[in-house]
């Protein structure tokens, strides 16, 4: 079943240059609400592999940055890279189209720290979650592929992530937004080409500024 094993963790400490993850298949792992594979500040390089039947195929911590190259995601619970909630204290770049991230928990970017976020990029949010702002958020669309903030019940970007089959319809309180705060970098902040849906939980906005101004355009 899903939950038989925890997977394979990849903590701090280990080599990110040299792990490498090539021509695999990770099954049946999920314990404990896990992945298959689980990143604790950890990027190693996983390509050409197959996560399969498990909770979720891939969890991570906000201070992760695999490499995935070439990966079949297939029958786990969530389809997705998911992301624990938890503070960015480094300059990640989430630049990987072939795959839906999911904020499981808040995740707040941290003072002195930048976001970046790259055209064709669907992030997904677990209900009454939300992205907030202390350092810098980059959100760098394109006109023909835009980056995509969104419920983890919209299926009409990044497939069926939560593995319902569809069953599942998406509302305008699904989700907190994104939320610049006063310490975040006004020059630097912006969204570009991004399509922002289904937030507005606890009577919030797509996106909510508390002294604040990044460029939205």
């Given amino acids: 079943d899903w939950d038989n094993w925890r997977g394979i963790e990849f903590r701090d400490s280990s080599d990110d240059a040299a792990s490498l993850i090539d ?23 996983i390509r ?41 204290s ?41 992205l907030i702002v202390d350092g810098t958020l980059q959100v760098l669309g394109a006109a023909a592929n835009p980056v995509y903030f969104t419920s983890i019940l919209d299926d009409t970007v990044g497939g069926d992530t939560n593995g319902d089959g569809g069953a599942s319809t998406p509302d305008w309180d699904n989700w907190r937004g994104i939320e610049f705060r006063d310490s975040s970098d006004d020059a630097a902040s912006l969204i570009d080409h991004a399509e922002v849906r289904y937030a507005g939980h606890s009577d919030r906005g797509g996106i909510n500024l508390k002294s604040a101004s990044p460029t939205i355009r």
Wanted: charged letters at 15%.
């Fill in 48 to 88: 050409n592999s197959t996560l399969t039947d498990g909770y979720l195929a891939i969890r991570a911590n906000p201070n992760s940055s695999p490499s995935l190259i070439n990966n079949t995601y297939s029958d786990n619970l969530y389809n997705a890279l998911g992301y624990e909630g938890g503070t960015i």
């Fill in 23 to 45: 021509h695999a298949e990770v099954r049946y792992a999920g314990h404990s609400d896990r992945g298959g594979i689980n990143l604790k500040s950890a990027s190693p390089t």
């Fill in 90 to 130: 480094s300059n990640p770049t989430w630049a990987i189209a072939d795959i839906t991230y999911f904020v499981i928990d808040d995740i707040i970017v941290g003072p002195g720290s930048t976001l970046k976020i790259q055209s064709g990029v669907v992030v997904k949010f677990e209900n009454g979650r939300d």
